[in-house]
Nanobody, 125 residues
């Protein structure tokens, strides 16, 4: 059974930074692409960023390009999301996502096999 546990969310002013972390256990997540999706109140869950198994390729939503950076440490079975220049629109619950197949980039919820419990990010003005 895969378990994903996110941490690092919180309240931050616009323009600030946060670093999210996702700890994976129960499998060798290093074989899988992994990603982050987020869900704002009243909105559907949306893609934020993803990386291939070795971090060699990264993918970002247009809304976060240039501000967010995804990375991973396979030795520690951890996934990270560095978020800079945060905007009010970034307020959401952020979820770590493991795809249904190792090479699948988890861009959409149906592609995801396992979710973390989510971590709240609130950006204030």
């Amino acid at each position: 059974q895969v378990q994903l546990v996110e941490s690092g969310g919180g309240l931050v002013q616009a323009g600030g930074s946060l670093r999210l972390s996702c700890a994976a256990s129960g499998l060798t997540a290093s074989n899988y692409a992994m990603g982050w999706l987020r869900q704002a109140p009243g909105k559907e869950r949306e893609f934020v960023a993803a990386t291939t198994w070795n971090g060699g390729s990264t993918y970002y939503a247009d809304s976060v390009k240039g501000r967010f950076t995804i990375s991973r440490d396979n030795a520690q079975n951890r996934l990270y999301l560095q978020m800079n220049s945060l905007e009010l629109e970034d307020t959401a619950v952020y979820y770590c996502a493991l795809p249904r197949a190792p090479g699948l980039i988890p861009r959409f919820p149906p592609m995801v096999k396992s979710w973390g419990q989510g971590t709240q990010v609130t950006v204030s003005s």
